[in-house]
């Protein structure tokens, strides 16, 4: 079989959508190697290079032009000889021509729909548009997780058969065992606390950072922040200066996958009060690094950490902080979920995933 893959995130994005592109090419490589993997863009870049020396995996040039992507790339697959293209990221190319060829679509979240207060009217249309023209489109939707299924249902008004529900899973590097060397060296790389809490993901508002910094506060807990910053920033920024709290929580730039995933096995607990998901890859993260999770009891989160993680609500950092000093302060209690949420986790690994995306291909052909 030969499958084409819109491949611009795989290329260009750091994160999520790139992470999700890259590990999911990566999996299908390793446990189905049989096949054929077209990464189809305008041009490539260092990212993903490991993934690209694979004897099975290629990397197609596209066609050139502004808007080649929506009415180009299809085709292009066509002249490969694709038996089915991809769309990693809620979008499928708008032209076609009559050589037969299957499409699937992955659906992340509709986060702009349920949250538009965070994006622009611009957006918001056009990713709306997007969604629902690929939606349309598809032979099949994957969707990340129940939550994102039942919001396509919703909000895109598809019907529930067409759409299947795939988990991904994470970079390897946290479920690899460091060297002492290494966990050294990020410790002496970032200066961390001896015992700390930590939070992964962009800063911005959906992420809920100040709610879990409010909880902190006269706790005398460090906290370290690993993401990129947004204008939401300068809110975190000015209440840190207000209360004094500049020292008690680090902020981290420059980390690679593998100093990430030290540091979250180093992590006493990993808080992530997210107030809407559409999986929460952090979460996954931590339970592989056998780090004990407390995240927000909304969206998709429970299902990300199984029920042996600690719920919280977002909006309250009364109950943030509650649940934060219970674990912080025992140690039994942290070292039983972690155990339990390890063994839950082993569902999201690279085998199970390859083994549900290779029957959807095969069913769809």
Same mark, same amino acid.
């Given at each position: 079989?030969? $499958?084409?893959?819109?491949?611009?995130?795989?290329?260009?994005?750091?994160?999520?959508?790139?992470?999700?592109?890259? =590990?999911?090419?990566? /999996?299908?490589?390793?446990? #189905?190697?049989?096949?054929?993997?077209?990464?189809?863009?305008?041009?490539?870049?260092?990212?993903?290079?490991?993934?690209?020396?694979?004897?099975?995996? %290629?990397? &197609?040039?596209?066609?050139?032009?502004?808007?080649?992507?929506?009415?180009?790339?299809?085709? =292009?697959?066509?002249?490969? @000889?694709?038996?089915?293209?991809?769309?990693?990221?809620?979008?499928?190319?708008?032209?076609?021509?009559? %050589?037969?060829?299957? %499409?699937?679509?992955?659906?992340?979240?509709?986060?702009?729909?349920?949250?538009?207060?965070?994006?622009?009217?611009?957006?918001?249309?056009?990713?709306?548009?997007? +969604?629902?023209?690929?939606?349309?489109?598809? =032979?099949?939707?994957?969707?990340?997780? #129940?939550?994102?299924?039942?919001?396509?249902?919703?909000?895109?008004?598809?019907?529930?058969?067409?759409?299947?529900?795939?988990?991904?899973?994470?970079?390897?590097?946290?479920?690899?065992?460091?060297?002492? #060397?290494?966990?050294?060296?990020?410790?002496?790389?970032?200066?961390?606390?001896?015992?700390?809490?930590?939070?992964?993901?962009?800063?911005?508002?959906?992420?809920?950072?100040?709610?879990?910094?409010?909880?902190?506060?006269?706790?005398?807990?460090?906290?370290?922040?690993?993401?990129?910053?947004? %204008?939401?920033?300068?809110? /975190?920024?000015?209440?840190?200066? *207000?209360?004094?709290?500049?020292?008690?929580?680090?902020?981290?730039?420059?980390?690679?996958?593998?100093?990430?995933? &030290?540091?979250?096995?180093?992590?006493?607990?990993?808080?992530?009060?997210?107030?809407?998901?559409?999986? @929460?890859?952090?979460? /996954?993260?931590?339970? +592989?690094? *056998?780090?004990?999770?407390?995240?927000?009891?909304?969206?998709?989160?429970?299902?990300?950490?199984?029920?042996?993680?600690?719920?919280?609500?977002?909006?309250? =950092?009364?109950?943030?902080?509650?649940?934060?000093?219970?674990?912080?302060?025992?140690?039994?209690?942290?070292?039983?979920?972690?155990?339990?949420?390890?063994?839950? &986790?082993?569902?999201?690994?690279?085998?199970? /995933?390859?083994?549900?995306?290779?029957?959807?291909?095969?069913?769809? $052909?």
């Amino acid at each position: 079989m030969k $499958i084409a893959f819109d491949a611009k995130r795989f290329f260009h994005n750091t994160s999520g959508l790139g992470n999700y592109s890259r =590990d999911l090419v990566r /999996i299908l490589s390793q446990y #189905e190697p049989d096949n054929e993997y077209l990464l189809l863009n305008k041009n490539k870049s260092e990212r993903g290079k490991d993934i690209l020396d694979r004897p099975n995996v %290629k990397f &197609v040039e596209t066609s050139k032009g502004s808007l080649s992507r929506q009415l180009k790339m299809g085709k =292009d697959a066509q002249k490969q @000889g694709a038996d089915i293209f991809h769309g990693l990221s809620g979008e499928l190319p708008l032209k076609w021509d009559q %050589k037969p060829i299957k %499409k699937i679509v992955t659906i992340h979240d509709l986060i702009f729909v349920r949250y538009p207060q965070y994006y622009s009217f611009f957006d918001r249309k056009i990713h709306l548009w997007k +969604f629902k023209k690929a939606a349309k489109m598809a =032979d099949k939707i994957i969707a990340i997780s #129940e939550q994102t299924k039942s919001d396509i249902i919703e909000f895109l008004k598809v019907p529930e058969s067409k759409i299947e529900v795939i988990y991904q899973g994470c970079h390897h590097a946290f479920k690899e065992q460091q060297s002492p #060397e290494q966990i050294q060296a990020a410790k002496d790389k970032f200066k961390l606390p001896e015992r700390f809490i930590l939070n992964v993901g962009t800063i911005e508002d959906r992420k809920n950072l100040l709610n879990l910094i409010k909880a902190v506060k006269d706790t005398g807990i460090p906290l370290v922040v690993i993401g990129r910053k947004t %204008k939401y920033y300068q809110k /975190i920024e000015s209440f840190l200066k *207000k209360n004094k709290m500049e020292k008690q929580v680090l902020f981290l730039e420059g980390v690679s996958m593998d100093e990430l995933a &030290v540091i979250y096995k180093l992590a006493d607990i990993f808080v992530y009060p997210s107030f809407f998901e559409g999986f @929460g890859i952090p979460v /996954i993260e931590a339970l +592989f690094s *056998k780090t004990v999770v407390v995240t927000s009891n909304t969206s998709c989160l429970p299902e990300a950490g199984g029920k042996d993680s600690v719920y919280i609500d977002p909006n309250n =950092d009364l109950d943030i902080r509650a649940k934060i000093k219970f674990l912080w302060d025992n140690e039994s209690e942290r070292k039983r979920r972690e155990e339990k949420g390890f063994e839950f &986790v082993q569902k999201f690994n690279d085998e199970p /995933i390859a083994k549900n995306l290779m029957n959807l291909y095969q069913k769809i $052909i």
